[in-house]
T-cell receptor, first 111, second 116 residues
Framework: GIQVEQSPPDLILQEGANSTLRCNFS?????LQWFHQNPWGQLINLFY???GTKQNGRLSATTVATERYSLLYISSSQTTDSGVYFC?????????????FGKGTLLTVNP | GAGVSQSPRYKVAKRGQDVALRCDPI?????LFWYQQALGQGPEFLTY????????KSGLPSDRFFAERPEGSVSTLKIQRTQQEDSAVYLC??????????????FGPGTRLTVL
């Protein structure tokens, strides 16, 4: 199956700092989603971004499908940004529909 | 409701008991998925429904796991004779289109199952 690798596994920031999270995947995809899992376990949709660039407030994401990676940028981080960030993909082709998740990046933002 | 809902949010079962977990998808969503998330890991696929048809159950870990969506809306994941290794968070997701391949999948809050 498709492999999804996220880096870094852990990241500690001071409030106000910027960060970049990376997601590499091993095959072509037709669905890529970024999620934030909050401390209560809820998976919150951040972006649906199989290709291109999107921005939503302090967050933005870029996927370069031809090079099989995606980046999530967090600017001016806040303590409420803490939690685990997951990248998940659906491999292209056939009857593929299930999301395959990476292991996540645990982000801690300190005040 | 506006999002995917799941109940119960927490379930404690004694080993050997049967449990039933409920998922209410977003209204009108054709596709419904169940995922299992072990502690410290990313969610892993269990099964997929398109309307009432279960098209893929390849991720179900054993024949003790059974899922249904009889009217193409609410879904139930049932685990028979629970074992300690079944302890995990069970997540339900839904998407608008018939496959979820090119649609956003929206997740519910999950049911945390603890088997003692």
């Amino acid at each position: 199956g498709i492999q999804v690798e996220q880096s870094p596994p852990d990241l500690i920031l001071q409030e106000g700092a910027n960060s970049t999270l990376r997601c590499n995947f091993s095959d072509s995809v037709n669905n890529l989603q970024w999620f934030h899992q909050n401390p209560w376990g809820q998976l919150i949709n951040l972006f649906y971004i199989p290709s291109g660039t999107k921005q939503n407030g302090r967050l933005s994401a870029t996927t370069v499908a031809t090079e099989r990676y995606s980046l999530l940028y967090i600017s001016s981080s806040q303590t409420t940004d803490s939690g685990v960030y997951f990248c998940a993909v659906v491999r292209s082709g056939g009857s593929n529909y299930k999301l395959t998740f990476g292991k996540g990046t645990l982000l801690t933002v300190n005040p | 409701g506006a999002g995917v809902s799941q109940s119960p949010r927490y379930k404690v079962a004694k080993r050997g008991q049967d449990v039933a977990l409920r998922c209410d998808p977003i209204s009108g969503h054709v596709s419904l998925f169940w995922y299992q998330q072990a502690l410290g890991q990313g969610p892993e696929f269990l099964t997929y429904f398109q309307n009432e048809a279960q098209l893929d159950k390849s991720g179900l870990p054993s024949d003790r796991f059974f899922a249904e969506r009889p009217e193409g809306s609410v879904s139930t994941l049932k685990i028979q004779r629970t074992q300690q290794e079944d302890s995990a968070v069970y997540l339900c997701a839904s998407s608008l289109g018939p496959s979820g391949a090119t649609d956003t999948q929206y997740f519910g809050p999950g049911t945390r199952l603890t088997v003692l």
